[in-house]
């Protein structure tokens, strides 16, 4: 991985490591639907106007349907399942379970044609990192009394999120990062239009809490706009399969948020996971050298 591919790396592990924080403070406030909606239609105003001045657009416009699948199997389905489901479980049992996503990412990619993600390191990398965040979340996450419903639902987000990268890399690469980002985000939000638009129209009888509207708005700039043209670029440079690995350091980031701003404890299994989510990650991601 160059130094530009780590930097993105590092980006979008912040980007995507605070909105399960963002997301219990939004639902603070707000309902699923109004969330998502918010989240896209800040991302759109931020991306569309952007790749407009760089005549960037076009390029998006012209892959349409593409851009249309890829919002619809990364944004619109896996949002409203994930902010959903942290109505009924724990956001560590969320987040492990998001970190399934390499694991249908990695086949995924073989079977479109990266031969190379199957090197022995690359798979070492992803057991390393997995057991690591099982050393983060802690086993005791698991053997509380969860509905398989809800995980069943956060494997379907993270299959969602293991598929739209695929898109991007190999039916979008030509077209703008920027663009493709804000006209999918476009999309979502006329998906979301009704049915968020409803969830605001209550707000006005139950006003939620300032942290809840500075939730948003974190998710919209941050966890979206910035992240997603962020991610785009790290797909084109490392591919999509290496690209899904980012759900490791992003967990890392979350317990350090969950740390510092939420005060939760330092435990064990963040001081042994950490280490084995980073050292798995950088195998994971790793390219061979050719001769």
Same mark, same amino acid.
């Given at each position: 991985?160059?130094?530009? #591919?780590?930097?993105?790396?590092?980006?979008?592990?912040? #980007?995507?490591?605070?909105?399960?924080?963002?997301?219990?403070?939004?639902?603070?406030?707000? !309902?699923?639907?109004?969330?998502? *909606?918010?989240?896209?239609?800040?991302? #759109?105003?931020?991306?569309?106007?952007?790749?407009?001045?760089?005549?960037?657009?076009?390029?998006?416009?012209?892959?349409?349907?593409?851009?249309?699948?890829?919002? +619809?199997?990364?944004?619109?389905?896996?949002?409203?399942?994930?902010?959903?489901?942290?109505? %009924?479980?724990?956001?560590?049992?969320?987040? *492990?379970?998001?970190?399934?996503?390499?694991?249908?990412?990695?086949?995924?990619?073989?079977?479109?044609? !990266?031969?190379? @993600?199957?090197? =022995? /390191?690359?798979? $070492?990398?992803?057991?390393?990192?997995?057991?690591? +965040?099982? $050393?983060?979340?802690?086993? !005791?996450?698991?053997?509380?009394? @969860?509905?398989?419903?809800?995980?069943?639902?956060?494997?379907?987000?993270?299959?969602?999120?293991?598929?739209?990268?695929?898109?991007? !890399? %190999? /039916?979008?690469?030509?077209?703008?990062?920027?663009?493709?980002?804000? @006209?999918?985000?476009?999309?979502?939000?006329?998906?979301?239009?009704?049915?968020?638009?409803?969830?605001?129209?209550?707000?006005?009888?139950?006003?939620? =809490?300032?942290?809840?509207?500075?939730?948003?708005?974190? *998710?919209?700039?941050?966890?979206?706009?910035? &992240?997603?043209? &962020?991610?785009?670029?790290?797909?084109?440079?490392?591919?999509?399969?290496?690209?899904?690995?980012? @759900?490791? =350091?992003?967990?890392?980031? $979350?317990?350090?948020?969950?740390?510092?701003?939420? /005060?939760?404890?330092?435990?064990?299994?963040?001081?042994?996971?950490? =280490?084995? +989510?980073?050292?798995? &990650?950088?195998?994971?991601?790793?390219?061979? $050298?050719?001769?």
């Amino acid at each position: 991985m160059n130094r530009k #591919a780590l930097w993105l790396y590092l980006v979008v592990s912040v #980007a995507w490591g605070v909105p399960y924080a963002l997301i219990r403070l939004a639902l603070t406030g707000f !309902d699923p639907a109004s969330i998502v *909606l918010a989240r896209v239609a800040i991302g #759109a105003l931020v991306l569309i106007p952007l790749a407009a001045k760089r005549g960037a657009l076009a390029s998006a416009l012209k892959h349409w349907p593409y851009v249309l699948a890829f919002a +619809v199997i990364e944004m619109a389905g896996p949002w409203i399942l994930l902010t959903t489901a942290e109505q %009924h479980i724990s956001s560590s049992l969320a987040s *492990l379970l998001i970190s399934t996503v390499p694991f249908f990412g990695v086949p995924l990619a073989y079977l479109t044609g !990266d031969k190379s @993600v199957l090197q =022995p /390191k690359a798979i $070492a990398g992803l057991a390393l990192g997995f057991c690591g +965040v099982l $050393a983060l979340v802690g086993i !005791d996450a698991l053997s509380n009394s @969860v509905s398989p419903v809800w995980i069943g639902v956060m494997l379907l987000a993270a299959l969602g999120y293991a598929i739209a990268p695929v898109i991007v !890399d %190999h /039916k979008l690469g030509e077209a703008s990062s920027t663009a493709v980002a804000g @006209v999918s985000m476009a999309m979502v939000a006329v998906i979301y239009a009704i049915p968020g638009g409803i969830g605001f129209a209550g707000v006005g009888a139950h006003p939620a =809490p300032i942290s809840a509207w500075l939730a948003l708005v974190g *998710l919209g700039l941050i966890s979206t706009a910035l &992240s997603f043209t &962020s991610f785009f670029e790290l797909i084109a440079l490392v591919g999509s399969a290496r690209a899904t690995t980012i @759900v490791y =350091p992003n967990l890392a980031v $979350a317990f350090l948020v969950g740390i510092v701003f939420l /005060k939760e404890p330092i435990t064990t299994g963040f001081l042994i996971g950490v =280490p084995m +989510v980073i050292a798995g &990650s950088w195998l994971a991601t790793r390219r061979k $050298a050719v001769s």
